[in-house]
Nanobody, 124 residues
């Protein structure tokens, strides 16, 4: 199995940027499709973005296209989420997840392993 640990969250003003990281350990990182999800208080966990095993394909929730960018560095066993032009509604706990499958899936139930999350708070 793989262990995932997110970092890079924090408090930022609206309009600012953050870069989240997800460090993977255990099994070989590049066998997993990876995804980012987020969960705001009182809301369900929602899909943010996914990336293929080799990083060649990406998928985003429509509402975040153009502001968020997912990437990975398989040599460093690390997944990233660059978040720009942040808004207060982006406030949530952000999770990375690993999927054995090759499809870029938005359903959180499709993912096999999860990190514990990192808090992102955007002030107005």
């Amino acid at each position: 199995q793989v262990q995932l640990a997110e970092s890079g969250g924090g408090l930022v003003q609206a309009g600012g940027s953050l870069r989240l990281s997800c460090a993977a350990s255990g099994r070989t990182f590049n066998i997993y499709t990876m995804g980012w999800f987020r969960q705001a208080p009182g809301k369900e966990r929602e899909f943010v973005a996914a990336i293929s095993r080799d990083g060649g394909r990406t998928s985003y929730v429509d509402s975040l296209k153009g502001r968020f960018t997912i990437s990975r560095d398989n040599a460093k066993n690390t997944l990233y989420l660059q978040m720009n032009s942040l808004k207060p509604e982006d406030t949530a706990v952000y999770y990375c997840a690993a999927d054995f499958g090759s499809l870029l899936r938005s359903n959180p139930n499709a993912y096999n392993y999860w990190g514990r999350g990192t808090q992102v708070t955007v002030s107005s």
